[in-house]
């Protein structure tokens, strides 16, 4: 008959604090992922999230989020690190942003809930001092005038003057989904005027090839628009490939 597993011994040469680290269900603090190189970060910074998109099929990105920051011409550009609430609630909001480095970009899951705040006044003097790349939340937000201001880019789903609770639970640095848009910790989170787009870490250099790529091929089209030189079989040879007779 096997002896059994002495247990003793066994959580005697655990890694310390190992076997005590039981999360309550519902939490989970894992630590800040480190991102792209800051040369790649530099690189996206102030590229339009339309030829990011363009680059990565068109097809990823938020539906639903508005800007709360009132200049048009405002960006965010970092790494993620991102948080799972419950629908009103922002413990896992304060802790977060106590993890948060400079240039980071925080990513919210609030289920959509607009019946809460999530953030406002008092957390983006928080983030100014943090230096934060900005905030992406699928949530409310309150105390509009204030992220109206310069100095902090924010996208939100809502708004509502009606405060959080701060019981939780929530996770913090896991995969979340954001206004459909799934963010792991650590993606290059890029948002302009006209949305959020995420990049995975391990693809960006090789997204911001093929956007300055893109970039390069609408100048010229632009170009050809502006002095009438474009050429008629640009959309002729498409029509004609769907039997069309042109």
Known sequence: MTA???????NANATPGESSKQWPPGYR?????????????????????????????????????????????????GPALTVRVR????????KAL????????????????VSQALV???MRTTCIAKKLGGLVIDGAIRDLTEWAEEGMPIFARGHTHRGPSKDGPGEI????????????????VVGDAD???????????????????HLAKEAKIREQNKTGTSDPERFDAVLRA?????
């Open 87 to 94: 629908p009103g609630d922002n413990l896992m909001i304060h």
């Open 242 to 246: 769907k039997g069309l007779p042109v």
């Open 98 to 113: 106590m993890m948060a480095q400079p240039g980071d970009v925080v990513v919210i899951d609030g289920g959509g809930d």
């Open 4 to 10: 059994p597993a002495n247990t003793t011994t066994a």
């Open 120 to 122: 406002g006044g008092l």
């Open 29 to 77: 603090i894992n630590p800040r992922a480190e991102g792209p190189a800051a040369e790649v970060i530099a690189g996206f910074n102030g590229l339009p999230a339309a030829a990011i998109g363009d680059a990565m099929s068109r097809n990823i990105g938020t539906v639903g989020l508005r800007q709360y920051h009132a200049r048009l011409d405002t960006t965010l550009c």
């Open 173 to 188: 640095n896991i995969p979340v989904c954001v206004a459909g848009l799934v963010v792991q910790p650590g993606d290059l």
């Open 195 to 213: 949305g959020v787009i995420a990049i995975p870490a391990a693809e960006a250099a090789e997204v911001l090839a093929k956007t300055q790529a």
